[in-house]
């Protein structure tokens, strides 16, 4: 890996690490707070933005998606993040209590699988 590279990988890993805690700071404080509301959606987009940021520059200096757990759960955790930002957005439009008090559930689980990709690679380094 060239130094380029490296560097490269190093500004996306700080990406990456910014959207770990916008994005956990977002969970929490919805669950916290007992319901969602706008300063949680404006956490999970900036948490959305950075790791897509971080990812698309991985994706550039790995030349492309490979297949393997980290590239695909990685993938699935960037899907699942925009479709809860986009689910956030319907709920706070609707203005259904219900479903602002229990939009915290699906915030958690997207959180969880979100997680995974991010912490794999210290894994993988382990074995």
């Not at 492309?64 to 699935?76: A, T």
């Not at 960037?78 to 479903?99: C, G, N, S, T």
Request: contains cysteine; neutral net charge; aromatic residues 18%.
């Amino acid at each position: 890996m060239t130094e380029e590279e490296t560097n490269m990988n190093m500004i996306a890993g700080v990406f990456i690490t910014i959207a770990l805690f916008f994005y956990t700071f977002g969970v929490i404080a919805e669950k916290r707070k007992g319901q969602l509301n706008y300063r949680h959606l404006v956490l999970f987009i900036i948490g959305f933005i950075c790791d897509t940021l971080g990812t698309g520059i991985m994706f550039e200096v790995s030349e492309g998606f490979s297949i393997n757990f980290h590239s695909i759960s990685g993938l699935l955790a960037i899907i699942l993040m925009f479709l809860h930002v986009i689910w956030a957005v319907f709920v706070l439009i609707r203005k259904e209590e219900q479903m602002i008090s229990n939009f915290h559930k699906f915030s958690f689980f997207v959180w969880m699988i979100w997680l995974v990709p991010y912490f794999s690679p210290f894994f993988s380094r382990l074995v």
